[in-house]
């Protein structure tokens, strides 16, 4: 067993804690390494990513504005080493975090050591550098860094996407995600609001919240609650949704399926926590084709759930993809999703007819359906599709809008977006000229006309 200290045993009665850190001096880590190889690996990497980000690692705890302990839970003696390690930097340093294997039994910890200020278990490095940045958050200097707190985004200033997880446990037939990204994995929720806020802080005022199925957040990690803030929330759509929300600025979600628990987040919609947008890949109306494609939420009476939503927020505007010519697709399956598509009057939606992905199920169901008979039926459903989005937009001619501004043209004309309007997916608000135009900023505007997909409109008012 080694105790490995980023230290020397120099100590004075001064505590880093209480030190005010200039701009000039980088904030000061302390590290403690116990335990296995693996384990060290574990700190060489927590340590590696603390001075890319520009903290300095410090041999003693009186040098130390924090101090992390990497701690070991193999057996007892490693058990009583680790807690002993952690009291004395609680007693030398004061600002202690925790990591490494005896992080499992956080309760242990906190029983003995009830003023450690995070805890987090083995090998999750990205946990206890967000707990070193919440506690000591690192500096940015645009002078020496060349990459900015909010990273390197390729994304216009003002909207940036937010992904809250990678990977999927579901296995639609027509697609091989999981296959080569793995099940879901969530990110923390702590971790996400952070992300948020630095992004906020660099100026976005918008944010979209992507995932490969973003109603499924937070289940492989059992909805495990975190501290952001001043609160506690659980790592689930809801609590995510709660905690954007405070963020004041716009919030837009993308692939959400219709599943019972999604009916929580639309009252926060109505009351302008979040945009009123839900972008569900609902991918067909035909309940045999959804069972074909093992859809996710396929039997959950998406139809009934889309009216209940509007009655709750009648301005949500609600965005789909679907898939035409399915394997085994009938005309009769198909006119089910005609039939869906002006039942449900569905904002937006994108359409793409089927195609065979090296290593889909689909592939061996067979029945293909030929090419044209694909083309054909996919040019129904955007003809019937562009009659309903032309009478939804018609509705909202006379009405004001918030718009965000993406573009200011040379003839100072202005092309923007409200919230019924995702960038790059959905239609935009052409404003007329007008020299109070910025990039990036809000305005007011009043419609004055509309087509198929867009709205045009002149400016009322700034913000
Ligand atoms: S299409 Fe289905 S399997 Fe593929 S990522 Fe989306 S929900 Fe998961």
């Known amino acids: 067993m080694s105790r490995r200290k980023a230290s020397a045993a120099g100590r004075s009665a001064t505590r ?10 980088p904030p000061r880590v302390g590290f403690v390494s116990l335990g296995c190889p693996k384990a060290l690996v574990d700190s060489e990497r927590i340590l590696t990513q603390l001075k890319v980000e520009g903290y300095d690692i410090v041999p003693s705890y009186d040098d130390a504005d924090i101090v992390v302990v990497n701690t070991c839970g193999f057996i007892e003696s490693a058990v009583a080493e680790s807690l002993e390690a952690i009291g004395e930097a609680i007693s030398e340093n004061g600002k202690v975090i925790v990591t490494g294997c005896l992080g499992v039994r956080e ?4 029983e003995q050591h009830p003023h450690v200020l995070a805890v987090t278990g083995p090998q999750k490095y990205e946990e206890v550098v967000g707990a070193v940045h919440r506690h000591l958050p690192p500096q940015h200097d645009p002078y020496l860094d060349l990459v900015p707190p909010q990273g390197v985004k390729l994304t216009p200033r003002h909207y940036a996407y937010l992904k809250i997880s990678e990977g999927c446990n579901h296995r639609c037939t027509f697609c091989i995600i999981p296959s080569m990204r793995g099940d879901l994995v969530s990110r923390p929720i702590d971790e996400v609001m952070r992300e948020a806020e630095r992004l906020v802080a660099a100026g976005v005022k918008e944010l979209l919240v992507i995932s490969q199925d973003t109603s499924a957040y937070g289940v492989d990690l059992r909805y495990v609650e975190r501290s952001w803030r001043d609160g506690r929330y659980p790592t689930s759509l809801s609590g995510l949704c709660g905690a954007l929300g405070e963020l004041g600025v716009w919030v837009r979600l993308h692939y959400v399926y219709p599943y019972p628990h999604v009916d929580e987040i639309v009252p926060l919609m109505a009351e302008g926590r979040m945009l009123p947008y839900l972008d569900i890949p609902l991918q067909h109306g035909s309940a045999s084709v959804l069972r074909r494609m093992k859809r996710p939420a396929a039997g959950e009476g998406a139809l009934a759930r889309i009216e209940r939503w509007r009655g709750i ?10 898939i035409v010519g399915f394997p085994g697709e009938t005309e009769r ?4 999703l005609l039939d869906f598509i002006t039942a449900a009057r569905l904002d937006r939606v994108g359409s793409f007819t089927y195609s065979p992905v090296e290593g889909a199920a689909a592939n061996d169901l067979g029945g293909a359906v030929p090419e044209e008979v694909k083309m054909e039926r996919r040019g129904r459903l955007m003809e019937a599709q ?5 009478a939804r937009l018609a509705e909202k001619i ?4 918030q718009v965000l501004v993406d573009e200011v043209q040379p003839d100072g004309s202005g092309i923007a977006r409200s919230s019924a309007e995702a960038p790059e997916i959905d239609g935009v608000v052409m404003i007329e000229p007008h020299a109070a135009l910025r990039v990036g900023q809000f305005a007011t505007v009043r419609v004055t006309a509309s087509s198929d997909h867009d709205l045009m ?3 009322a008012e700034q913000g």
Do not use: K
């Not at 309760?107 to 906190?110: M, N, T």
């Not at 927020?313 to 679907?322: E, G, K, N, Q, V």
């Not at 399956?333 to 089910?336: A, L, N, T």
């Open 16 to 25: 880093a804690g209480a030190r005010t850190v200039s701009h000039e001096v």
């Open 107 to 110: 309760q242990l910890i906190r």
């Open 313 to 322: 927020c009648p301005d949500l505007t609600i965005r789909s993809t679907f």
């Open 333 to 336: 399956e198909f006119e089910d």
């Open 386 to 390: 562009a009659a309903i989005s032309r």
């Open 398 to 401: 006379g009405r004001r809008l």
């Open 457 to 459: 409109a002149t400016l």
